[in-house]
């Protein structure tokens, strides 16, 4: 079955740290991934997402992600953490091509910035 | 260039009743998903619309019902509420057609239930 697994449940880090936030999922096909932000009381905002071609992504925010197709793996990245990017991280993936139907989601990692 | 909206914001309820919500899609889109958010949870999708018919449908009990209108907006019904119906309801749009469009959500709606 079709599935996204994000291992981290809760990450602490210190505002300039680097942040890596891990995302594997299982799917056969060329997967469809993305990456959403949601703060408190929010809805979820785009940071990037990836479908073909160069495997390290760009979003906003100063976030990049890297999709691994022989680890299944799409880890969110960012060199110097800002206490403003604390919030809920989760990983999508649309499992019809693109298709632009249903998206499966990750449960999610909240990160928390210390200053 | 207005985002997704939603309405209401917050909702209380009580068991057995029934509720309403709604959803104005982004600019341009024609297609509106729906999920539920239950605490500490990733979303799970309920339903998706297009052209005013539901194009996919998740694991949901019938209980859970939508419409779009011509204008594209769409409303989530739900019946006889049960506790465990207390989440937060978002709503997603996008255009069919762009392949590998990412959805546009909205804040939701905290749906409450006493």
């Known amino acids: 079955a079709q599935s996204v697994t994000q291992p981290d449940i809760h990450i602490t880090v210190s505002e300039g740290a680097s942040l890596e936030l891990r995302c594997n999922y299982s799917?056969?096909?060329?997967?469809?991934l993305f990456w959403y932000v949601q703060s408190p009381g929010q809805g979820l905002q785009l940071l990037l997402k990836?479908?073909?071609?160069d495997t390290l992504v760009q979003g906003i925010k100063g976030f990049e992600a890297e999709f691994k197709r022989s680890q299944s793996s799409f880890n969110l990245r960012k060199p110097s953490v800002h206490w403003s990017d604390a919030a809920e991280y989760f990983c999508?993936?649309?499992?019809?091509?693109?298709?632009?139907?249903?998206?499966?989601w990750g449960l999610g990692t909240s990160l928390a910035v210390n200053p | 260039d207005a985002g997704v909206t939603q309405s209401p914001t917050h909702l209380i309820k009580t068991r057995g009743q029934q509720v309403t919500l709604r959803c104005s899609p982004k600019?341009?889109?024609?297609?509106v998903s729906w999920y539920q958010q239950a605490l500490g949870q990733g979303p799970q999708f309920i339903f998706q619309y297009y052209e005013e018919e539901e194009r996919q449908r998740g694991n949901f009990p019938d209980r859970f019902s939508g419409h779009q209108f011509p204008n594209y907006s769409s409303e989530l019904n739900v019946n006889a509420l049960l506790l465990g119906d207390s989440a937060l309801y978002l709503c997603a749009s996008s255009l069919l057609g762009e392949l590998g469009q990412p959805q546009h959500f909205g804040d939701g709606t905290r749906l409450s239930i006493l």
């Open positions: 990836y479908f073909s071609g």
């Open positions: 799917y056969g096909a060329t997967p469809y």
């Open positions: 999508a993936v649309d499992p019809n091509a693109g298709n632009n139907r249903k998206l499966i």
């Open positions: 600019s341009g889109h024609d297609t």
